[in-house]
């Protein structure tokens, strides 16, 4: 019943704001039902870790430890990004950037966006869970639109047609995919029900799945932010609410990577080769180098934290593209920390930019002084993206780049040149944010930094010690996805 519950519970909350969500006390409503998810998440997730995978619907849905796994997370980052949202939006409208019609809809479709990423992780279905994406993406456009602006309009409508023409590749590999099927398991539901079609997936046309997952990989790639299908991206974190931003990039993109792995177990398994890793090392090595070098002529505080999100999802593909128990575990990790430590960063900047009234980050100066918990919650953010010691971007990266060396050393050179690049860039331009002179006041309200210590108090405390109960849990996740 936790399954049941964890998914009806957003899809009503979405309706319940749709009518209600205008009220003084929508975002409280809001942060409460994103509660009932998580507590829905964490019983399930209990489940799970005690009895193993199971299927639920007549295996519609299906609940091992690697969705699971985002499960949890996505349930966490949604409920504090809830959190963060309150007073953020209540400034917005304060500021006369949003009215209450306008909270209305950013307050339904939030509810709306994590119900269809849940539905997304949990379903059995690889129809379904495509149409789940789509659904999640129509939500998020209505999201990235909501100031109305001719840019937030224009990111809105970018966003739609490239993820639009994305959805539409990955659904003409999800065809392909059930054609390989039919031959093996008969027409009907069942052929694209994920469990039955790894159980045959060596029976399963190897020509066919191999190009199906091109499709699928390219359609998914575009929502993962994937290099050259990324140019959506840093205008939809740009110009749409900062609450958006943080659950964009520390959620959207894992569901559709999500998506991508599960292709990936069955194409493996049907050609028996590496096809499919070296197309995904291809992409994520490219997002890695190419929006490293993207950083540094970024003026957009947001703009820059966004290109930071395609650097660490291509290395995350990367990683998942090697394959084996390592670079699996190391990817997972690194999956857990980026959706952590980008969405602290995003709830950082958006108190910045609402202070200074502008995301220039040339006009954002003195942070430490104007506030000390956003300066040193901003730079601590920053500090842990950047792999820095003793935060646990550090140990995932550490393990994926050492991994490399071994197995793959030509690529080694790329990857750190990347990162030493993105690095400097995001180092040099950060510093003067935070520690630079300014004759701005302090800020005249308190801002919520408490989700932004939160989520950087487990990535600092994961980059020392990972519990050995969470450990078999990464391991056991690792474990299915090939390793």
């Known amino acids: 019943m936790e399954l049941f519950w964890l998914l009806g519970i957003p899809l009503t909350g979405g309706i319940f704001l ?5 009220r003084r006390n929508a975002p ?5 039902f994103s509660l009932l998810t998580l507590a829905m998440a964490a019983l399930l997730t209990v489940r799970i870790v005690e009895a193993g995978p199971m299927m639920v619907g007549n295996g ?7 969705n699971v796994f985002l499960v949890a997370l996505t349930a966490f980052v949604a409920f504090t990004t809830a959190l963060f949202s309150r007073p953020y939006m209540r400034i917005e409208q304060e500021h006369g950037r949003l009215n209450a019609t306008r909270l209305r809809l950013y307050h339904s479709s939030y509810q709306i966006f994590i119900g269809a990423m849940l539905l997304a992780l949990t379903t059995n279905n690889m129809g379904i869970l495509w149409v789940a994406m789509e659904a999640a993406t129509l939500a998020t456009v209505l999201l990235v639109s909501l100031y109305r602006t001719p840019a937030s309009l224009e990111a809105a409508w970018k966003y739609f047609i490239l ?15 059930y054609f390989a099927a039919e031959k093996v398991l008969g027409s009907g539901g069942n052929a694209l029900l994920w469990t039955h079609l790894n159980g045959v ?5 190897p020509t066919v799945l191999s190009l199906a997952f091109v499709f699928l990989l390219v359609g998914y790639g575009t929502k993962v932010g994937l290099a050259p299908l990324h140019s959506w991206l840093p205008d939809a974190h740009a110009e749409g609410p900062t609450p958006v931003s943080a659950v964009l990039s520390g959620l959207l993109l894992n569901v559709a990577l999500y998506a991508v792995m599960r292709s990936k177990v069955l194409v493996d398994g049907a050609l028996g080769n590496d096809m499919a890793g070296t197309l995904m090392m291809g992409f994520g090595l490219l997002s890695v180098v190419l929006a490293a070098f993207l950083i540094v002529r970024q003026t957009d505080v947001k703009r820059m934290f966004a290109y930071s999100s395609i650097e660490h999802m291509g290395l995350i593909t990367f990683a998942f593209g090697m394959g084996g128990a390592v670079t699996n575990f190391a990817g997972l990790l690194h999956m857990t920390m980026h959706s952590l430590t980008k969405s602290a960063i995003f709830f950082a900047v958006g108190h910045a930019t609402q202070k200074t009234g502008t995301q220039l980050m040339d006009d954002i100066r003195g942070l430490i002084k104007t ?22 971007v550090f140990a995932s990266e550490f393990l994926i780049i050492t991994t490399a060396m071994h197995e793959h050393p030509w690529a080694t050179p790329f990857l750190l040149l990347a990162l030493g690049v993105a690095f400097a860039a995001i180092f040099g331009k950060v ?3 935070v520690f630079g002179e300014t004759e701005l006041p302090k800020l005249p309200y308190q801002p919520a930094q408490t989700p932004v210590f939160l989520h950087l108090g487990l990535v600092l405390m994961l980059g020392l010690f990972i519990p050995p109960y969470l450990a078999a849990w990464y391991r056991q996740a690792a474990h299915l996805l090939g390793g």
Request: hydrophobic fraction near 55%.
């Open 431 to 433: 510093q003067p944010m």
């Open 371 to 392: 506030n000390p918990t956003l300066g040193w919650g901003l730079m601590l953010g920053t500090v842990a993206i950047l792999g820095m010691p003793p935060f646990g």
């Open 201 to 205: 997936k060596a029976q399963l046309e």
């Open 163 to 177: 993820c639009g023409v994305g959805i539409a590749l990955a659904l003409f590999g999800t065809i392909l995919l």
């Open 28 to 32: 409280e409503i809001n942060a409460l």
């Open 18 to 22: 749709a009518l209600w969500g205008y």
């Open 60 to 66: 519609w849905f299906f609940i091992d430890s690697f």
